[in-house]
């Protein structure tokens, strides 16, 4: 299987396996609820699957673990 097709199948497999704090928010931002602003979740980007991105702004929102800790990080080049 090609390097591309596994990140795919990973993504895949978690979104179908959120955890409930994932869940949580993708039910606050899912169909444009934010601004009118569009966000992906389980999304590979480059070698990385990033939990919910808005390529628009160039948001990544990632959680670490079980924490309800969030970070954002700006300056990353998304295309």
Same mark, same amino acid.
């Given at each position: 299987?090609?390097?591309?097709? *596994? &990140?795919?199948?990973?993504?895949?497999?978690? @979104?179908?396996?959120?955890?409930?704090?994932?869940?949580?928010?993708?039910?606050? +931002?899912?169909?444009?609820?934010?601004?009118?602003? *569009? &966000?992906?979740?389980?999304?590979?980007?480059? @070698?990385?699957?990033?939990?919910?991105?808005?390529?628009?702004?160039?948001?990544? +929102?990632?959680?670490?673990?079980?924490?309800?800790?969030?970070?954002?990080?700006?300056?990353?080049?998304?295309?």
């Amino acid at each position: 299987m090609q390097k591309k097709h *596994k &990140f795919i199948y990973r993504a895949k497999l978690l @979104r179908n396996n959120m955890t409930d704090t994932e869940r949580l928010l993708w039910s606050k +931002i899912r169909n444009r609820q934010i601004y009118g602003y *569009k &966000f992906r979740r389980q999304s590979p980007i480059g @070698r990385y699957i990033v939990d919910f991105i808005c390529y628009e702004k160039k948001i990544i +929102i990632e959680f670490s673990g079980n924490q309800r800790a969030v970070w954002l990080e700006s300056g990353v080049t998304i295309k």
